[in-house]
């Protein structure tokens, strides 16, 4: 069990009081129960009484106890993302975000506490079923006005507090009173009991309502305070009337505290309901003022409500929140005013004003220093949920430009700060509109970074051929998103193997940025030179022109560039055979990407170290790496990061002397990566087969590389970094058992191929199809352990007497 324990729960805003009985007989449920929800109306305290029972078991979970707030989402598809957020999983392209999630989750025992599930209950319900459906150790507590109906669910209906009767004058609904009352700084003595508790009886011992009550006692005495919860009742209207009891005597509770609020403060509360979630003064006062309201008497309105109960705020007074309850009603009030459009409208635009702001000062003005550069990007990732309403305002309004404009300034969505596949789904979904009206140069930098949303999903004849478009239609003055195209452009070419075609984007990107002086631009510009250069092998240029842009970056300030220039010149090190130089290199990166949360690049980052460290013989260094490097990419879900880390491991294992545990290593990361799709064979890997197939023989080869295939990951890295050795076999004879394995058609076919005949070619000649020749292909190197047609070439030439 961990010294400190995992979780993300809040520190309790103020004193818990009562539901003893609750908090005992919910915590027990834990040891026999998968899914518990606690349902009941709005106010009547389950969020409150959820976090309550996670706080007490946070160590009975020693792999996380993860509070995931669902009020603020308006979309059914947001949940797992929000789910995956807390984790602090990464998106992997073309796997969906339940499969990271279920990996991540099933060997660990966690509990999530979805929080206000009632408006997405049935994605809710959904996702639920599926995680303890994959995940045997995952524990969930959701609160919901209604139950999630999912087959492992309890469902706990949360009572109002206890009330008074002669026997118990101090019952729990009295001591919250009591407690609020006193926070107000209204102390209550006996006499003033008879009236608190024909209060708390008029409340239904209801929390939400008993607080906004309390915070009423300085204006007015309790007693006073009933006789206007009575009057409330009576002006209900005949809808209220049909509701149950409980949501009346809220309702009219929140509505008396409403009626009791100055015409300002009325007009503030309900506008405040346009925010996604927390705020702070300064969103306030852009989105907020506007008549009657000035600006300047904003912070004394907001001081206001949050003394009356009806905003929430931290200690310090920067972020202020709206209880659910409260800010559903906020909402009708704000559409029975007729405000909802304009203050919909407001907000979406002081959203593209912030984040224009915030991008410019990170990533395009000069002479920035580096911690306000931070501030930005920070402040951007910040706003992530309001720029999700935001959007959604663009597309349920029609407004084309204003929902561009927003995309492509908002760094918190582009792949440095959060869901890549987000991106593309609003652009998309915004292009869909249609595009009459909008500024050719608005779609044009729209297209620029769906393509680089395209790029970081692996789409790469899509990213390229939306880049291309987005290049052509750009006007010349538009610098800054032309040379970014031009960087990304490069990137996708050499992706491709189109080396030529990287090289002319690279020096065209790198012009504009030195014509404009733009510092960013010009270290992008010449990182692609040092990428084409390295691809050619042209070493001493890679190197000349990563340092150049190693000097622009640091002239910029931005840290993520610094990173990859650093991790750039790092490779060109290892491919001049200077372990000590790159191991340097990549080390200068870690800090800087840790500082950012780059999760996945410092996960490749520490797997270099770990990899370059053991062909040092540093051991034990190698070990650190590449266990932090793996334990990362499990906790991000990062199944490219793990294949990465078992070629790391295979590294260590053959400098180590472990050639089997090399091999075995080394399958186990080809069949993972061929598990997501992504080409297994690599230069590393065909040169370690060539020299296990001549220490260890063709058939142990062969049997190790079958072996290793089969393996999960975890078994493959334990076999390493554990030291767990397979028990040494007796040799095997190559030649028969190698030479057995093939039928006679495909010993044909490997023939063949030392001629550098095609597919089609030796279709021909066989009279067969192309279709059957790949098949044939495919099973062969499957059989031998290879992963190219070269490495077939090679055995069939050195056994032709064998071959037909």
């Not at 508790?197 to 300085?218: I, M, Q």
């Not at 009791?260 to 306030?284: H, I, N, P």
């Not at 072996?707 to 040494?728: F, I, K, N, Q």
Request: charged share 25%; aromatic share 4%; hydrophobic share 45%.
């Amino acid at each position: 069990m961990p010294d400190t324990p995992r979780h993300n729960l809040p520190a309790e805003p103020n004193r818990f009081v009562g539901r003893e009985r609750d908090l005992d007989d919910l915590h027990a449920l834990f040891g026999e129960t998968r899914v518990v929800t606690l349902c009941g109306v709005g106010g009547i305290g389950k969020t409150r009484l959820a976090l309550q029972v996670a706080a007490g078991m946070v160590r009975s979970y020693p792999d996380g106890l993860w509070l995931v707030e669902l009020a603020r989402l308006s979309r059914a598809e947001l949940v797992e993302q929000e789910v995956a957020r807390v984790l602090g999983l990464c998106e992997e392209s073309a796997r969906p975000l339940l499969d990271t999630m279920t990996a991540r989750l099933r060997d660990q025992r966690c509990l999530l506490l979805l929080d206000n599930c009632e408006h997405l209950v049935d994605k809710c319900a959904e996702l639920a079923a599926a995680l303890v459906a994959g995940c045997p150790w995952l524990r969930i507590l959701a609160t919901s006005r209604e139950p999630l109906r999912i087959a492992s669910e309890l469902i706990w209906r949360v009572p109002p507090l206890d009330l008074p009767d002669p026997a118990t004058p101090a019952a729990e609904s009295v001591q919250l009173f009591m407690d609020r009352a006193a926070a107000a700084g209204t102390r209550l003595g006996p006499e003033s009991l008879p009236d608190v508790v024909r209060l708390c009886r008029a409340l239904d011992g209801l929390p939400l309502a008993l607080e906004l009550a309390a915070a009423r006692t300085s204006l007015l005495s309790p007693g006073q305070i009933a006789d206007r919860i009575d009057d409330r009742f009576s002006l209900l209207t005949t809808g209220g009337r049909t509701a149950p009891p409980r949501q009346r005597t809220l309702l009219a509770a929140v509505e008396w505290s409403y009626d009791l609020l100055s015409a300002k403060e009325q007009v503030l509360l309900r506008r405040l309901s346009v925010f996604a979630g927390d705020f702070d003064l300064d969103l306030a006062e852009q989105v907020c003022t506007e008549r009657p309201i000035p600006e300047g008497e904003i912070v004394d309105l907001l001081g206001g409500l949050v003394d009356k109960s009806l905003v929430l705020c931290d200690e310090s007074r920067r972020r202020y929140w709206l209880l659910e309850t409260i800010k559903r009603y906020a909402v009708e009030r704000l559409e029975q005013a007729g405000e909802r459009e304009v203050l919909r409208q407001r907000h979406l635009d002081v959203l593209c004003e912030l984040q224009e702001r915030h991008f410019t000062a990170e990533m395009v003005a000069p002479g920035v220093p580096w911690q306000a550069r931070l501030d930005a990007l920070t402040a951007s990732r910040g706003l992530l949920d309001d720029q999700r309403v935001a959007l959604e305002w663009a597309v349920e309004s029609g407004n084309v430009p204003a929902g561009l404009r927003l995309c492509r300034t908002s760094t918190g969505l582009l792949p440095l700060g959060g869901n890549v596949t987000e991106i593309v789904g609003w652009i998309e979904r915004l292009l869909s509109l249609g595009s009459d009206g909008v500024p050719a140069d608005q779609v044009a930098h729209a297209k620029a970074y769906l393509a680089y949303g395209l790029e970081a999903r692996d789409e790469l004849s899509r990213s390229l051929e939306v880049a291309e478009a987005s290049l052509t239609a750009m006007s010349p003055g538009d610098m800054f998103p032309r040379c970014v195209m031009h960087s990304l452009v490069v990137m996708v070419l050499l992706r491709m193997g189109r080396t030529d075609d990287a090289l002319h984007h690279a020096e065209e990107g790198l012009a504009l940025a030195t014509r404009a002086g733009d510092t960013w631009n010009q270290a992008t510009g010449m990182l692609g030179l040092s990428a084409v250069a390295l691809v050619r092998g042209r070493l001493r240029e890679a190197q000349r022109h990563g340092e150049e842009a190693l000097a622009r970056a640091r002239e910029h300030g931005h840290r993520w560039l610094m990173a990859r220039t650093a991790v750039q010149l790092g490779s060109v090190a290892e491919a001049r055979g200077d372990l000590v130089a790159a191991r340097s290199q990549y080390e200068m990166a870690v800090p800087w990407l840790s500082e950012l949360g780059a999760d996945p690049e410092l996960t490749r980052c520490l797997a270099r170290i770990g990899r370059v460290a053991a062909m040092l013989h540093e051991f034990g260094a190698a070990r650190e790496q590449l266990t932090a490097s793996l334990e990362l990419a499990r906790a991000t879900g990062q199944r490219q990061g793990v294949a990465r880390c078992l070629v790391g491991l295979s590294v260590l294992a053959e400098c180590e002397g472990d050639l089997d545990g090399a091999v075995l290593t080394a399958a186990a990361a080809a069949g993972l990566r061929e598990s997501i799709g992504q080409h297994s064979a690599t230069t590393r890997i065909e040169e370690l087969l060539v020299r296990a197939r001549t220490k260890l023989g063709e058939g142990r080869t062969t049997s190790l590389w079958s072996r290793g295939r089969a393996m999960s990951p975890d078994d493959a890295t334990r076999h390493v970094l554990a030291g767990e050795r397979l028990t040494p076999k007796a040799p095997v004879a190559a030649e028969p058992v190698k030479h057995s394995l093939l039928t006679a058609r495909e010993r044909e076919i490997a023939g063949l191929l030392t001629r550098g005949l095609s597919n089609r070619a030796i279709a021909e000649e066989l009279v067969i199809s192309p279709a059957t020749v790949a098949r044939h292909i495919a099973n062969i190197m499957e059989k031998l352990g290879y992963t190219s047609r070269a490495q077939i070439a090679v055995w069939a030439t050195e056994h032709q007497q064998n071959i037909p």
